[in-house]
């Protein structure tokens, strides 16, 4: 796509926004010299009502509940679909409102229970996200209407680009035939609603996306991102990223809190713990995997119980966890190629943009 065209197709989709200057001029490290106190805290709680908190989604001015349901887990193959149904309307009926998922969760099944629990008026009450991994537009598209099919839905609150762990990922998905012409053009015909992007290997990856979007005066208006509470001590997203989306107005979105439970195999701290510490940051919402009604009862409970963290309270805990914390360790999202769906299904992402095949033809 050329930059004077797509700056016409971005204006159709919200107001442009100039990157901080801070963001390139920033020493990379710099950061998280500065220790735990870059880490900014949430404001305010959110808005209570009954047992579930609710916050704005960034500049969207949407509101949602500040726990998130994990789609992945709900398409496990060891969870039958009327349990997964069952969850999800339970999850509902107790509040939480923003529903994750993925074109490439458990092969399509996730999206497929998901579109089925979303029936019986109960899209009307959810705020529906998922993601794409294609790079290029056709893939793009392709993977787009497949999940509108799958979900059942005429449209997706959220579409997030997923998994930008590499640094050509963001080139490839801005560049001429890549796969923001097929977002952009699905968000015009009133197939999406708002744009965000995914990663959870490095925080400079997350830096640079932002960067590159800028390039284009693009703004998006989600980033979902790793952050818990081991984070804080190896390359850190809520020191490096967190920031930027907050000055940006960006609606952040919290995973991994408590690692696919790889967190807690440490031993330093509890399954509240890590979900508070997650709340405890201007999150919009807090994603986590919910595969069982106790799961599902742990979450709520979260929500129910929960009281903003101070600066002491948060220096107590993260002092339970640098030890552990230090070599990424227990943040496999991070160190390994364990959560990388996308490096092991390479078709996924579609093949080459125009401009690269008309540079390299043999390739």
């Known amino acids: 796509m050329k930059?004077?065209?797509?700056?016409?197709?971005?204006?159709?989709?919200?107001?442009?926004?100039?990157?901080?200057?801070?963001?390139?001029?920033?020493?990379?490290?710099?950061?998280?010299?500065?220790?735990?106190?870059?880490?900014?805290?949430?404001?305010?709680?959110?808005?209570?009502?009954?047992?579930?908190?609710?916050?704005?989604?960034?500049?969207?001015?949407?509101?949602?509940?500040?726990?998130?349901?994990?789609?992945?887990?709900?398409?496990?193959?060891?969870?039958?679909?009327?349990?997964?149904?069952?969850?999800?309307?339970?999850?509902?009926?107790?509040?939480?409102?923003?529903?994750?998922n993925s074109w490439d969760y458990n092969e399509g099944e996730s999206e497929a229970r998901m579109g089925k629990a979303l029936k019986d008026g109960y899209r009307q009450k959810a705020f529906l996200m998922t993601k794409i991994d294609g790079r290029t537009k056709e893939m793009a598209a392709q993977q787009i209407e497949t999940c509108l099919k799958r979900l059942q839905t005429d449209h997706i609150d959220l579409l997030q680009h997923h998994e930008i762990i590499r640094f050509d990922d963001p080139d490839r998905i801005f560049a001429e035939g890549g796969a923001m012409e097929?977002?952009?053009?699905?968000?015009?015909?009133?197939?999406?609603?708002?744009?965000?992007?995914?990663?959870?290997?490095?925080?400079?990856?997350?830096?640079?996306?932002?960067?590159?979007?800028?390039?284009?005066?693009?703004?998006?208006?989600?980033?979902?991102?790793?952050?818990?509470?081991?984070?804080?001590?190896?390359?850190?997203?809520?020191?490096?990223?967190?920031?930027?989306?907050?000055?940006?107005?960006?609606?952040?979105?919290?995973?991994?809190?408590?690692?696919?439970?790889?967190?807690?195999?440490?031993?330093?701290?509890?399954?509240?713990?890590?979900?508070?510490?997650?709340?405890?940051?201007?999150?919009?919402?807090?994603?986590?995997g919910i595969d069982k009604p106790e799961i599902l009862d742990q979450a709520l409970e979260a929500a129910k119980t929960f009281k903003l963290m101070g600066r002491d309270q948060i220096a107590q805990l993260l002092s339970k966890t640098k030890e552990v914390a230090m070599a990424g360790k227990y943040e496999l999202f991070k160190t390994s190629s364990h959560f990388d769906s996308t490096a092991k299904h390479p078709d996924w992402l579609g093949g080459d943009t125009p401009a690269v095949q008309r540079l390299a033809p043999s390739a």
């Open 3 to 100: 930059r004077r065209e797509f700056f016409k197709a971005a204006a159709i989709c919200g107001a442009a926004s100039t990157l901080p200057a801070a963001l390139h001029q920033a020493n990379p490290t710099s950061s998280q010299e500065n220790g735990m106190n870059q880490i900014p805290l949430a404001s305010s709680a959110g808005t209570r009502k009954g047992d579930m908190i609710y916050r704005t989604l960034g500049r969207t001015g949407e509101q949602v509940s500040a726990i998130g349901m994990g789609g992945y887990h709900i398409g496990h193959h060891g969870l039958s679909e009327d349990d997964s149904v069952r969850l999800v309307r339970t999850a509902i009926d107790g509040g939480i409102t923003f529903m994750d």
């Open 182 to 288: 097929a977002v952009l053009a699905a968000k015009k015909a009133g197939k999406i609603r708002y744009i965000g992007f995914t990663g959870h290997k490095d925080p400079h990856i997350h830096l640079y996306t932002l960067r590159v979007a800028a390039d284009y005066d693009f703004h998006f208006d989600t980033v979902q991102m790793p952050l818990n509470v081991m984070d804080a001590h190896y390359r850190s997203f809520g020191q490096m990223v967190l920031p930027e989306l907050v000055k940006r107005e960006i609606g952040v979105l919290g995973m991994k809190s408590m690692g696919d439970g790889v967190i807690l195999k440490s031993r330093v701290v509890s399954p509240m713990e890590c979900l508070h510490y997650a709340l405890s940051l201007p999150t919009s919402v807090v994603i986590t």
